[in-house]
């Protein structure tokens, strides 16, 4: 990883560096800020979003930070947020565009004051709407009791007065009454009398007077949950030993689950009739451990349930007018409240961000300053600076306008320099700095009393910085799919750039046809025209939200494929005559045509199809031979292109980081045992395409029996392709032979070489001396770029040229255990961390990657011939489906013909786009992306960097 160099910080004052073909140059700044203005600073620093903060108290835990406090209060009123959110969605009041009245993230952050009244508002909204919410609930679930008594009273009354029952059944209930609350007969009896009068009470009825007057005030009535109806009858038969009769009843809708409980469950009554005060204890005890509810004033004759019920109807209606009363109430309370919880929310949640971000900062020796790190794009670094100057003019403006009213112009103009205190260097150490923009004889704490200090300042580092690619709408997508495999080490080559034409080529090859890519791309130019409004939907479908974000890949994959379709003269697998053919058709003349023959079509002398392939071979017998033999070997050029692009990506890197011992032991042997092999393979395909076999009258000679033979039996030839092919095909072996040891030899032992030249200066190891190196040459480069700056533009100030040639390497904050990543470890032609010069590991991570590369070469070779395999499976599906489906309505006329022609059509065009388009689209597109992920990446793509996640209030959701 390079460090951080003033040859950026020039480029960056006279121009930007374009950050797509590698990252953007990278600052680490350092923040001096008084205590007063910190939460003001953030939040300028949050609405800019370019600063990524670092950790300087990564050592210490949540609670000991600075502002633990003020985070307690915001997630104290995150909390409230919340509560009242689910009471707005549990009343429904939530409205579907309720973010429209959002505009707190148009303002700028609210003051401290402006904040406690927020806070104190949302206090009393959720002191009012909890209050009212608790007696709704509270009122709702006494009237659900009111029906719950009711249900079991009526379900008692229909008990007893469902039907009237014979004398004779009346003698047999009285008997079996007395039979059990005399507590006669055994278990078993017992039992069988319950069962017995329980059978009959359900199918006729039961109800007498004199069963009434002598049994019905011993009975209980009550609710329990449904599915405890049977652990209830189980036990009470287990306990009173079968002596009393249980009959229960399902309830509709849902109940308090207990006395305590606002969960709502299905419920059943039931029904007891037992003898015996101790026993009726001891039933109430058990039905209780069972969250059941016994009513006392559901028991009696029929006159006092009649009079129960009157007074139940009497409370619920009264109960039902409070209830609804207090819903209306609650309602409204919510509705105004849904007007200012979208800015409400978005400022508690801003305001959680800023203080969580100043718990990253230090304290400075005086405690009166905090000190914080961040990573920034080094072209932002004058819009940060400037940021921070405004905020400071802004902040001090009243106390200026009152004391510079009675000074001279000459003393106002120094007074207004000096208040706008935003300098570029400063010590660890600013007690020594004068605090000014307030009174220095008023000593408060108010916002607009104290003094306001803002420092910034650009450090020079060994860190690491994160990787940013400067992206747009267009961009961003083919990016995420560099960044799904890997972030890119910080300014190597980024393969984003060549991505965006590759990829969509890649996939087009696999799916080239002029009607599908129509299609994908109609798809395209419809999520395009409706970026603005899909754009703007939250909680998007996550299949809609990736085909919304690379809408821009899918239109240049319909383009793409619209193209290849052309070259592969397919449309919705039929060809198009645009221009004359190349070949023609001599017909016998004794030739017939219901029978049908074997024609065979001649060459046209000196007349070449335009462009793409000849119709001519649509439908012939050996246009799947000719096809297959084209699409293989196109595969295996675009697969020589694409490696061979990539692995010219290594030399970039090599050159850019000076790595010249890559250079020489990696890259120049890699590149030449490829063009020896498949340079080779390439080229004779190329060569075989320009000759004419038939005006030779030879056979052309199969180019993968020569390549084998070339490495098994170098020196012989079976079919020659050209003269002198012997001899230079075993030129080329040599060459691949000579390459192999190279690459496992040069770099370890040049290493080694280097690692003993250090120690004998002096040094502990190479890695040692390249870090003094590096600093050395900043300093000097740094040094030479002002002067040149100072030369060039003399009307600058100091101010603008100050850079800082100091090296902070040497400073560690108390709390911050970040690692310290040196750039020639990171891109180290050592072992790759700072453990020091390893002999041994340098030889086997070479080793490694002898092996891995020269059998990449092979296999990723062979796996582009999935770009053949695909393209000739998606032409033959597509000539399938139009054979199976709309082809056969054609030939048929009238009513018959014309329904056919519809039905069969819907079905062709309803299978072509959800298997032809969507499944083999998708199925392409996986293929295309590994092309690029493991084929063409892996010849140079280092992938050991972290992502720019700047601080913005952008991200902000609520």
Request: with cysteine.
């Amino acid at each position: 990883m390079a460090p951080i160099r003033l040859s950026d910080a020039v480029l960056r004052e006279h121009g930007s560096l374009e950050a797509m073909f590698r990252s953007a140059p990278m600052s680490l700044v350092q923040f001096y800020v008084t205590i007063e203005l910190a939460r003001e600073m953030v939040g300028t620093l949050g609405a800019l979003g370019c600063v990524q903060f670092r950790d300087l108290n990564s050592k210490l835990t949540p609670f000991q930070r600075t502002f633990v406090n003020e985070l307690r209060s915001i997630d104290t009123m995150v909390g409230q947020l919340r509560y009242l959110h689910s009471i707005m969605d549990k009343q429904h009041t939530l409205s579907v565009d309720y973010y429209s009245n959002l505009k707190a993230d148009r303002k700028p952050i609210p003051s401290s004051s402006q904040m406690d009244e927020i806070k104190h508002h949302i206090q009393e909204f959720h002191e009012r709407i909890k209050h009212l919410d608790e007696s709704f609930n509270r009122l709702n679930l006494q009237k659900l009791k009111l029906y719950e008594n009711r249900n079991v009273v009526n379900t008692l009354s229909e008990f007893h007065k469902s039907s009237l029952v014979s004398d004779d059944l009346n003698a047999t209930v009285e008997y079996a009454a007395r039979h059990l609350f005399e507590g006669g007969g055994d278990d078993n009896e017992a039992l069988l009398s319950q069962e017995h009068l329980r059978a009959q009470s359900l199918e006729l009825g039961l109800e007498t007077e004199s069963f009434s007057e002598t049994a019905n005030f011993n009975a209980l009535a009550g609710s329990i949950a449904a599915d405890k109806v049977p652990i209830l009858r189980n036990i009470l038969w287990r306990t009173l030993r079968g002596n009393l009769y249980f009959h229960d009843a399902p309830m509709e809708g849902g109940y308090p689950a207990s006395d305590n409980s606002a969960e709502l469950v299905t419920k059943s009554v039931f029904i007891i009739f037992i003898h015996g005060e101790a026993l009726r204890s001891r039933v109430r005890k058990i039905i209780s451990s069972l969250d059941g509810r016994i009513f006392d004033n559901a028991t009696g004759n029929s006159s006092a349930r009649r009079a129960t019920l009157d007074e139940i109807n009497s409370k619920i209606e009264d109960l039902s007018s409070v209830v609804s009363s207090t819903k209306d109430q609650l309602v409204t309370e919510l509705r105004v409240f849904q007007e200012v919880y979208p800015d409400y929310s978005y400022n508690v949640e801003r305001e959680r961000m800023i203080f969580e971000t100043l718990n990253k900062f230090d304290e400075d020796s005086t405690r009166r300053c905090l000190v914080g790190e961040g990573w920034i794009p080094s072209s932002e670094f004058k819009k940060v600076k400037s940021s921070l100057a405004r905020l400071i003019r802004n902040k001090t403006k009243p106390n200026r306008r009152n004391s510079v009213e009675s000074l001279p112009d000459s003393e106002t103009a120094n007074e207004t320099d000096t208040s706008m205190f935003v300098i570029e260097d400063s010590d660890h150490d600013i007690s020594g700095f004068d605090f000014v923009g307030g009174n220095e004889e008023d000593d408060n704490d108010d916002e607009e009393g104290g003094s306001f200090v803002a420092v910034v300042k650009e450090l020079t580092t060994n860190r690491t910085p994160p990787t940013y690619h400067k992206t747009n709408k267009f961009t961003a997508a083919y990016q995420l799919i560099i960044d799904a495999y890997g972030i890119a080490t910080y300014q190597e080559v980024n393969p984003g750039l060549a991505t965006i034409i590759t990829f969509p080529f890649m996939f087009s090859i696999m799916f080239g046809d002029l009607g599908h890519g129509f299609i994908v791309l109609l798809m395209a130019l419809y999520l395009i025209k409706n970026e603005v409004s899909f754009g703007a939907m939250r909680n998007k479908d996550e299949i809609f939200a990736m085909a919304f974000n690379g809408r821009y890949i899918i239109l240049l994959m319909g383009l793409f494929s619209i193209y290849i379709g052309f070259i592969y003269n397919d449309v919705f697998s039929k060809s198009m005559s645009l221009f004359s053919s190349g070949w023609e058709w001599k017909i016998p003349e004794n030739y017939d045509k219901v029978k049908g023959g074997t024609l065979i079509a001649s060459k046209i002398p000196g007349k070449t199809y335009p462009f793409g392939l000849d119709w001519a071979w649509h439908g012939t017998e050996n246009n799947l031979l000719f096809t297959n033999s084209y699409k293989m070997k196109l595969s295996v050029l675009m697969g020589y292109i694409h490696m061979n692009y990539s692995l010219a990506f290594s030399l970039v890197n090599y050159i850019y980081f000076k790595r010249r011992v890559d250079i020489i032991g990696n890259f120049i042997p890699g590149f030449l045992f490829m063009q020896s092999i498949f340079g080779y393979l390439s080229l004779t395909i190329v060569y075989k395409w320009c000759v004419d076999w038939l005006g030779t009258e030879r056979q052309p000679p199969g180019l993968l029996n020569m390549l084998i033979n070339m490495f098994l039996s170098p020196g012989t030839i079976e079919e020659p392709l050209y003269a002198g092919q012997k001899f230079i095909q075993i030129i080329l072996v040599l060459i691949a032979a000579v390459c192999v040891p190279w690459l496992l030899i040069y770099k370890p032992l040049t290493l080694k070489r280097e690692n003993d030249r250090a120690i004998q200066l002096g040094y502990s190891d190479i890695n040692s001396q390249r870090h003094h190196s590096i600093i050395l040459h900043e300093v000097d480069e740094d040094a030479a770029a002002v002067a040149t700056l100072q030369s060039s533009d003399g009307d600058n100030d100091d101010d603008e040229l100050n850079f800082d040639l100091e090296s902070e390497d040497d400073f560690r904050f108390p709390n911050d255990i970040e690692p310290m990543v040196h750039s020639a470890a990171a891109h180290g032609d050592g072992d790759g961390d700072d453990g020091g010069f390893n002999f041994g590991d340098i030889v086997i991570h070479q080793v490694i990657h002898t092996i891995e590369f020269c059998l990449n070469c092979v296999s990723h070779t062979a796996s582009y011939l999935r770009l053949w395999a695909l393209s000739l499976a998606h032409a033959q599906l597509s000539t399938v489906l139009w054979s199976m489906t709309i082809q056969n309505a054609f030939g048929r006329t009238g009513t018959v013909g014309i329904l056919a022609t519809f039905f069969l059509f819907a079905m062709w065009f309803l299978l072509t786009v959800c298997i032809l388009v969507f499944m083999e689209g998708t199925s392409a597109m996986l293929h295309s992306l590994r092309l690029h992920w493991v084929e063409a990446m892996s010849k140079f793509f280092e992938g050991e960097g972290y992502a720019y996640e700047p601080f913005t209030f952008s991200s902000i959701e609520i």
